[in-house]
């Protein structure tokens, strides 16, 4: 080869490996996580003209290598955009729950503090934060009275410490309610056991050792209905008291919700003496065991208790108060049941048989009242998107102020001004602003914009259809990033959890994964069937006792309708999921033999088992009617369940479970693992150590890496297109 050649094809190596680089940087990678900044908390001045947020970040961790940590802090900006953010809060400690003032000269917030949640007050008239509070059960959610000079915090206080404490039960009561511990009349046992620690001793002594192992932490006893955590199962019994305190530094808190009962999201009404909150509504049932809920209102000296609304087998909660102190804005359903809980509206001093309803059949969070009453503003998901909305007090409508194909997150709104957290395909994360109306909205924050922005990314693509129930099913499609006509490419069927999770072009946690596999040159299919929230509770209803079959057929249908545009190799089809996603996946292998590779994720797979290990197991009898050992109900229990139907699975499955996961519990996926194993079927199993059912969501972000790299490894094995 004469050296002019040489030189000419080196050059041309050199400048297309120059060009594939060029391209590659312009896709998404899978470190491209680690750059999503998150705005989360959102708090308007009361002048509307500052916002206070916090953001949070990845970050290296430096006392791990190669591993990465949270951080959350305040940021503040004008609400009119004039001037870029500014951080207001540094550290390793998160800063959170951000609260203005009513003179909007300080805010409050929440930090750790020798692993307690304590509350900080900053002065925008300069200085570092202070630390108002040094309660020693924590202190959260603070909100500032009228005037300004006290707040209220809420606590989480352990059963026994309550007992025990001499300021927060001085007369040494006991519950209402029995502790359940068996062999003993009524709570007689709950009385603090004096007797010396002594295993050769007493029966007295004998407890007091008992009782001291259990403290050394050397055994856990269970007496509780509710004894799993999200990681851990635990003996103890917690409580959420709301208390009370002056805003400056060494005042003592006092108690507003004395007693056995749970007691949160408190607030002040306008005249500054009176607190309304949330509270369980039967002071007589474990607390384990009760799912209803009561609305209340104390005076701030902690008399005259009044239950403002509540009812046998009902849940009041998320109560808000108007402006003016006159109407109560909320929600209430029926407990233990699938469904979606009603806004209402009540005049405080009103009559309960004087409720307002307005209907709005989609699930609502956060209700803001607006300062001239008019309305109730709410998030809601809907049709793929999570909208802000505003109900009309007057006419009992409700007005959609923000679009579908995009998602709101947290929000708030003072004096006419809007700011909302806001998710699009465009941009996963950036904060917001608007009229009250939703009119002229601006992006405030560039957290994400500036990096997305460089990125080639793939849009989705609505669609519909009609399924055998009549229900019409939306599903999106997204074609791989650098999609050219005519060639043929491998398509990844997602679900979504829940079961009444909702995907869609608005909804924040998926965005990083289409795109990613978009930019792999995957098709990406995901669809909302039956049981999904957004579409009303009809829909939402419609996969009772059918967990398996219907929704199955909606997410395989809206596969077959992509496969139909004719682009997807049918060859190298791909399936994932998480939780109830994860069950579908298996109860899918189990009944179609399409898919060349597969992936669970935290899934459930043994619906008698998920009963007992799982702490979502109330879906059992709420979608199946029924217990394990019922006959009326055991038939469709199994029926239900995929790991009946294990023996047909014979697709290459990889399954992933956190060590510490006890939402669906990790004995589901060693089940299937193991079966499939013994049947000598291609599977492979990964466990995270310490890793959680949020793992993909909020989890250590090298094992939210690591899952989503061998999830491509493990398709790539199998739809790699054959070598001649």
């Known amino acids: 080869m004469n050296k002019h050649l040489a030189a000419f094809l080196l050059l041309w190596w050199a400048s297309l490996s120059w060009v594939q680089a060029q391209q590659n940087r312009n896709l998404v990678q899978v470190t491209d996580l680690l750059k999503i900044k998150q705005v989360g908390a959102v708090a308007l001045s009361p002048d509307g003209k500052q916002v206070a947020f916090t953001v949070t970040t990845i970050e290296p961790d430096p006392e791990k290598k190669n591993d990465f940590r949270y951080n959350t802090q305040l940021h503040l900006q004008p609400a009119n955009g004039s001037q870029p953010p500014r951080q207001l809060t540094y550290g390793n400690s998160n800063a959170t729950q951000p609260t203005w003032s009513p003179d909007g000269k300080q805010l409050a917030f929440v930090r750790v503090v020798e692993s307690k949640p304590q509350i900080f007050l900053l002065s925008f008239a300069g200085g570092e934060p202070l630390q108002l509070t040094k309660f020693k059960y924590g202190a959260s959610q603070p909100r500032w009275s009228p005037n300004g000079q006290q707040l209220l915090f809420t ?32 709570n007689e046992n709950l009385r603090t056991n004096t007797a010396k620690p002594n295993p050769d001793g007493t029966l007295a002594e004998i407890r007091g050792y008992l009782d001291q192992n259990e403290k050394d932490q050397k055994a856990k006893v269970i007496n509780q209905l509710r004894f799993q955590e999200e990681s851990t199962t635990s003996s103890t019994l917690n409580l959420s008291h709301i208390f009370i305190i002056d805003a400056k530094p060494g005042a003592t808190p006092k108690d507003l919700t004395a007693g056995f009962v749970s007691s949160s999201n408190a607030d002040f009404l306008p005249n500054g003496k009176q607190i309304i909150f949330d509270a369980a509504s039967d002071e007589t049932e474990n607390p384990t065991r009760s799912q209803e809920n009561a609305i209340y209102l104390v005076n701030t000296d902690g008399t005259g208790l009044k239950q403002l609304l509540g009812k046998k087998g009902m849940s009041y909660s998320g109560s808000t108060i108007s402006p003016s102190g006159k109407w109560l804005a909320f929600q209430y359903s029926i407990a233990n049941e699938v469904n979606i809980p009603k806004l209402g509206l009540l005049p405080v001093n009103g009559n309960p048989s004087n409720l307002i309803t307005i209907p709005y059949d989609r699930n609502k969070s956060n209700l803001v009242w607006s300062e001239n009453e008019k309305y109730v503003y709410f998030t809601s998901p809907s049709n793929g998107g999570v909208l802000l909305n505003r109900a009309d007090v007057k006419n009992k409508t409700v007005e959609r102020l923000t679009d579908m194909t995009k998602g709101v997150g947290a929000f708030d709104l003072r004096k006419d001004q809007l700011a909302y957290v806001l998710t699009e395909v465009a941009n996963p994360n950036e904060l917001y602003a608007a009229s009250a109306e939703g009119k002229k909205p601006h992006r405030l924050t560039s957290f994400n914009h500036e990096w997305v922005s460089q ?80 579409y009303g509770e009809e829909f939402m209803r419609a996969n009772i006792k059918d967990w398996g079959a219907g929704p199955a057929s909606d997410v395989l249908t809206a596969l077959d309708k992509t496969v139909a545009q004719g682009w997807a190799d049918t060859s190298r089809l791909a399936i994932t999921g998480g939780s109830y996603g994860g069950y579908l996946v298996s109860w899918i292998l189990g009944h179609d033999k399409r898919f060349k590779a597969a992936c669970s994720q935290r899934g459930v797979y043994d619906l ?15 979608y199946f009617g029924g217990y394990p050992w019922e006959e009326a109900h055991k038939g469709i229990i199994q029926s239900e369940s995929p790991l009946t139907y294990v023996q047909n699975i014979t697709t290459p499955l990889i399954i992933f479970h956190g060590e510490n996961d006890l939402r669906t519990g990790v004995i589901q996926s060693e089940m299937l693992y193991k079966s499939l194993k013994v049947l000598n079927r291609p599977v492979e199993y990964v466990r995270h150590p310490g890793a959680t059912h949020e793992i993909t969501r909020a989890g250590n972000n090298r094992q939210r890496i690591d899952q989503m790299l061998r999830t491509y490894e493990f398709y790539e094995r199998y739809l790699q297109p054959k070598q001649l």
Request: hydrophobic share 30%.
């Open 155 to 186: 606590s989480g206080i352990a059963l026994n410490e309550l007992l025990t404490d001499s300021t927060l039960n001085p007369t040494r009561d006991l519950p209402k309610w029995s502790y359940e511990k068996p062999g003993f009349f009524q």
């Open 455 to 534: 990125k080639k990314l793939s849009q989705p693509e609505k669609h519909t259809f009609t399924n055998a129930k009549g229900h019409i099913v939306e599903y999106w499609v997204m074609k791989p990033t650098n999609f050219v006509e005519g060639q043929k490419y491998p398509l990844l069927l997602e679900i979504h959890g829940g079961p009444t999770a909702m995907w869609g072009p608005g909804e924040s946690s998926m965005w990083h994964e289409y795109q990613y596999f978009t930019s792999r040159g995957y098709g990406v299919v995901y669809a909302n069937p039956r049981g999904s929230g957004g």
């Open 608 to 622: 008698s088992t998920f009963f007992g290990e799982g702490n979502a197991w109330r879906l059992v009898p709420n």
